[in-house]
């Protein structure tokens, strides 16, 4: 690849990212520029950047070998939109039935500090469980029976984007780069827990401090509008749907390490479960309760969100392929100080998907026998942290903040005023008390 195309590739990419991020001022949904982003990328690449060099020895077999990075892409980035797709489908058919009076009912204070608090400190530890992506689904849900002013949710969203993202740091299940890591043998799961929770925890608590004394006054709870809850789910019903949805979202993890299959199947999963059992439950009157069917959820989706995801997706995949960020990788070699490193691993997170960047820096740094390129050596540790809370700066710059933004429409300028700085903060807390830990702790 030429050199004015590498950077043709970096200008458009950087175009059209300021595009999304200005989506209310020019009125141009994200949605849409996110396609054309990803489309436009990989036409320049495949016209003029050597697209199907690689695959020149396999010209024999077809066009269909020299679309195979693509067709790769494509199925890495349908994981997440099918794990997603299906996320959002389990939890909105558990909203319908009521299944979340069960825990709004336990949170009866208005009062925004306190409110702000117990969301922030449910979500770090339910996106351990979890993931941060379904945990950000799952408290989206909950804050829309708790908060009705649409202003005071987007604080509370943006807060739940941040303890999404830390919870997740922290185990091995939580966020997929730490399940890559984990998986790779680069941590275990005994050594991610020790090592990276009080940083986590930091990273979380100093932008919640700042925020909460913002916040003042209390909250009005929005009135139940939809009549078709009251109407057909009894408790028992409502009982069956939220312990079974929540259920199938915590199997997930368990059925990836019984089967060794990707989590969007465990999802898939879950979600034909629920269905099955909304269906036996409401076929004596299928008519009256047709909203509360999951083929009826399905179509209420919100599909700019998911053209959006697939959109970003494949975008930060052509960079990932044209070998931009296999070049970033290789120049940050040369700071040598491992803490550095990772800090600006995290803080590129927040601008690119931080799966790739992970990806590239496993390649560059292999597995050592001792130091900190060991098994639970700091370097993979922090690059555990620093991944899977970075991201948290931007709302684009994580699976949890894409998904919030899509179902609260909270707005990237908005985002980037009111929570962006709290977040650095945090993250630069936790870095540092990562580091303090490791060099004068755990590994002196």
């Known amino acids: 690849m030429s050199t ?21 001022p020019l009125k141009i949904n994200k949605s849409a520029t996110a396609l054309l982003l990803a489309v436009i990328l990989w036409s320049i690449y495949a016209l003029f950047g050597g697209f199907h060099d690689s695959e020149t020895l396999f010209t024999a077999l ?14 890495d980035t349908a994981e997440i939109l099918f794990f997603l797709l299906g996320a959002m489908t389990i939890v909105e058919t558990v909203d319908k039935h009521g299944g979340f009076a069960i825990i709004t009912d336990q949170i009866r204070t208005t009062n925004k500090r306190k409110l702000l608090w117990i969301i922030a400190i449910i979500t770090f530890f339910m996106s351990a469980a979890l993931d941060n992506l379904t945990t950000s689904i799952v408290m989206v849900a909950l804050l829309r029976k708790l908060v009705e002013d649409k202003k005071d949710r987007w604080f509370f969203a943006g807060m739940v984007i941040l303890a999404a993202n830390a919870g997740g740091a922290w185990s091995p299940i939580g966020d997929v780069t730490t399940i890559m890591l984990w998986i790779k043998g680069n941590i275990t799961a005994s050594m991610i827990i020790k090592e990276t929770f009080i940083p986590s925890l930091v990273s979380m608590v100093v932008p919640l401090a700042i925020i909460s004394l913002t916040m003042k006054g209390s909250v009005k709870r929005p009135a139940e509008k939809d009549s078709a809850v009251t109407l057909t789910a009894s408790k028992l019903q409502s009982n069956i749907v939220f312990f079974l949805g929540v259920g199938s979202l915590l199997f997930t993890p368990i059925f990836k390490t019984i089967t060794h299959l990707p989590p969007y199947m465990g999802i898939l999963l879950g979600l034909g479960l629920i269905w099955v059992v909304t269906e036996i439950l409401h076929r004596h009157n299928a008519d009256k309760y047709s909203r509360l069917n999951v083929s009826s959820i399905l179509q209420k989706v919100d599909t700019p969100s998911v053209l959006f995801f697939l959109g970003i997706l494949m975008a930060v995949a052509c960079l990932q392929d044209a070998g931009h960020l296999k070049l970033l990788a290789q120049s940050l070699d040369s700071i040598g100080n491992i803490y550095v490193i990772n ?27 001792v130091g900190h390129y060991a098994v639970d050596g700091a370097f993979w540790e922090m690059l555990a942290y620093c991944a899977g809370t970075g991201g948290s700066m931007l709302i684009i710059g994580s699976a949890a903040g894409v998904a919030v933004m899509g179902m609260e429409k909270i707005d990237f300028i908005w985002y980037l005023k009111k929570i962006s700085l709290w977040a650095l903060l945090g993250y630069l807390a936790g870095a540092g008390t990562f580091y303090l830990m490791s060099h004068f702790l755990l590994h002196s």
Not at 12 to 24: K, P, T
Not at 62 to 75: D, F, Q, S, V
Request: glycine residues 8%; contains cysteine; hydrophobic residues 60%.
């Open 4 to 24: 004015t195309v590498f950077v043709i590739i970096v200008v458009v990419f950087i175009l059209g990212y300021c595009c999304i991020a200005l989506e209310h």
């Open 62 to 75: 077809g066009e269909e070998i020299k679309l195979r990075p693509l067709i790769e892409h494509l199925g």
């Open 343 to 369: 800090v600006i691993i995290g803080a590129l997170s927040s601008v690119v998907d931080n799966v790739p960047l992970v990806a590239a820096a496993m390649g560059m740094y292999p597995l050592a026998e």
